[in-house]
């Protein structure tokens, strides 16, 4: 069993070493009433970053990493709260222009928006401690929030997206821009990616 | 021409123009139908494709550049 995030959260954009614990919740959001931080997970399998125009360098379809979880009891399926979080599909659909979708982000919350297109070429700025490049993506989907609430804001990545019946993986957010948008990886391509990957669903949920 | 290749040929096109965000492919009212995210509509020199591109129509929408989310502040 994995976890599944961007290559610039559990990796530290091609920079973490393999077997890094990953935390949870990280260090930056432990406060008075939250469990403390600790290991769920060791860093496993990156989809690299790589950056250069698209003459040169083919664009990417992924910004993803892999943690390997030693102990499945220390993680569940369940995404966000208990009022508004919902359990990860084990179903997953193609994105397509209009349909509406929900994820739930750790700054965001539960935000709601409608999948606009396939961007079929942006260029998205990198900056990290070792990694600052701008790095051209295609094959990635834009969706705009509803009602004027950005879909995504910073500290959201990885999180899945989900149709709104919370029934089928659309997809997992990696990016935003100004305008209300955020930028997901469609999950019919994560489920490509590392050899294959399936979701699991009805794992360590809270009767 | 495919409306993948026309899309390709539109970013093309504007390369290197300040104003440009992206190039999407989606629909709009029913129809197969361009994207076009930039910067500032008010900048955005577009009048070339108000009857559309290669057959397709442009919807042109505001967007800034997108950006990875990366955690910046504490909750």
């Keep these: ?207 | 021409m495919t409306i993948e290749k026309a899309a390709d040929a539109l970013y093309q096109h504007l390369s290197g123009v300040p104003w440009l965000t992206a190039v999407g492919i989606g629909e709009h009212e029913g129809a197969p139908a361009i994207y076009l995210y930039v910067k500032s509509i008010k900048k955005a020199d577009v009048e070339f494709l108000t009857n559309g591109w290669h057959g397709y129509h442009v919807e042109i929408k505001k967007m800034g550049t997108p950006r990875p989310l990366g955690t910046s502040v504490p909750n």
């Design chain 1, 1 to 207: 069993m994995y976890i599944l995030s961007n290559n610039h959260v559990l990796a530290a954009c091609n920079h973490t070493p393999v077997g890094m614990p990953i935390l949870a919740p990280s260090n930056m959001d432990a406060s008075p009433g939250v469990r403390a931080p600790g290991e769920i997970a060791r860093h496993a399998e990156i989809c690299e970053l790589r950056s250069g125009v698209p003459a040169l360098v083919d664009p990417l379809k992924a910004d993803l990493a892999l943690a390997g979880v030693p102990d499945p009891d220390a993680v569940s399926s369940w995404q966000g709260d208990d009022v508004d979080g919902y359990d990860t599909p084990r179903h997953v659909v193609t994105p397509r222009s209009g349909l509406s979708v929900k994820k739930f982000g750790r700054t965001t919350g539960l935000t709601t928006g409608r999948v606009e297109s396939e961007v079929t070429l942006s260029p998205v700025p990198y900056k990290s401690r070792f990694f600052t490049a701008t790095v051209y993506f295609k094959g990635v989907w834009s969706v705009l929030g509803d009602g004027g609430i950005p879909f995504a804001l910073p500290g959201d990545s990885g999180s899945l997206v989900v149709t709104h019946d919370g029934r089928s993986a659309v997809g997992v957010v990696f990016a935003a821009a100004q305008g209300g948008y955020g930028f997901m990886i469609p999950m019919d391509h994560v489920a490509t990616c590392f050899s294959g990957l399936r979701l699991v669903d009805k794992h360590g949920i809270k009767p």
